[in-house]
């Protein structure tokens, strides 16, 4: 299920939804798995993934 949400940049004036082609890095641990994306605005967000 938490795959199949979607995240959105929320830096001031921008709602770029996040997917794929902006993933720069993920980092599987004991606490779920990191992913980091940068928008095209510049704004970087982390998500966390429990499995």
Same mark, same amino acid.
């Given at each position: 299920? @938490?795959?199949? &949400?979607? %995240? $959105? %940049?929320? $830096?001031?004036? %921008? !709602?770029?939804? @996040? /997917?794929?082609?902006? &993933? ?5 641990? !004991? /606490? /779920? *798995? ?5 928008? !095209? %605005? /510049? $704004?970087? *967000?982390?998500?966390?993934?429990q499995?």
């Amino acid at each position: 299920m @938490l795959e199949q &949400l979607t %995240c $959105a %940049c929320e $830096a001031d004036g %921008c !709602d770029t939804a @996040l /997917g794929e082609e902006h &993933l720069m890095l993920s980092m599987r641990t !004991d /606490g /779920g *798995t990191r992913r980091a994306y940068e928008c !095209d %605005c /510049g $704004a970087v *967000t982390v998500t966390v993934v429990q499995e």
